[in-house]
């Protein structure tokens, strides 16, 4: 990811798309993606080679500011049957990630300087409640992970360049892989396999991680959303 600093210091640097990724996975639903824009001729618009439909939505609240957290409303048509769906089905979405990426649309899919790796630093918030609920829209109050009850700071170890899950190892003498049983486990069990260096490799002996984002990208593809536990998004310690 490199931040369009130089666009952003332009007289015209172009319009920000903001494209939004809902993780209902971990609710039992699905992910889906969607955007507040389209283009021109009404297709989706496409980043990294994902789409993100157009939907009826409005939002406010986004703006941080250090007084207090930011507690974000979403409001959505309920002409859109499969929200409308996942928030009966779910009881709410309570507990489902947002993810909100912003670029440029000069960096879009199919424009002269389409770049997927040129975005601002994602949005992460949880949906926290629906506010409203009825024919005509839904409204959905998000928060941040830090705004949760009890929450103590820091959780974890927050590494920018390092990833926590516990990667699968290969068993020689059961010729197999062998997974971590815990809630630290990394979730990808497929048969493609890559060295420490993020190298393609025939051999599952050789299979492992080097703990880096672009291990997960070779692993699930670009434009993917990616299980990565470091967090790319803190800023690096200057001396």
Not at 21 to 39: K, P, Q, V, W
Not at 151 to 156: A, S
Not at 183 to 203: D, I, K, Q, R, V
Request: glycine fraction near 8%.
């Amino acid at each position: 990811m490199t931040t369009p600093r130089a666009a952003m210091q332009e007289l015209s640097p172009g319009g920000i798309v903001s494209l939004y990724t809902l993780d209902a996975t971990g609710i039992g639903g699905s992910i889906y993606r969607f955007s507040d824009t389209n283009e021109q001729d009404g297709s989706p618009v496409a980043f990294g080679g994902v789409e993100y439909p157009p939907l009826a939505f409005a939002t406010e609240g986004f703006s941080w500011s250090s007084e207090e957290l930011p507690r974000p409303k979403l409001t959505i048509s309920s002409v859109n049957s499969t929200l409308y769906s996942l928030a009966v089905s779910t009881r709410g979405i309570q507990g489902a990630v947002l993810y909100r990426t912003r670029t440029y649309d000069r960096y879009i899919d199919g424009h002269a300087s389409a770049n997927p790796n040129m975005y601002f630093p994602s949005d992460v918030f949880l949906v926290d409640r629906i506010l409203s609920m009825n024919k005509n829209e839904i409204v959905i109050e998000l928060v941040t992970p830090m705004d949760l009850p009890d929450c103590k700071l820091p959780g974890q170890v927050a590494l920018r360049d390092v990833c926590f899950w516990v990667y699968r190892h290969y068993d020689a003498d059961l010729e197999a892989f062998v997974y971590d049983q815990t809630e630290n486990a990394c979730p990808y069990a497929e048969e493609a396999c890559f060295t420490n260096l993020g190298m393609s490799t025939e051999n599952p002996a050789l299979d492992c991680c080097g703990r880096r984002l672009s291990d997960c990208i070779c692993r699930y593809g670009a434009g993917k959303a990616l299980p990565y536990g470091g967090f790319p998004g803190l800023a690096r310690q200057r001396t």
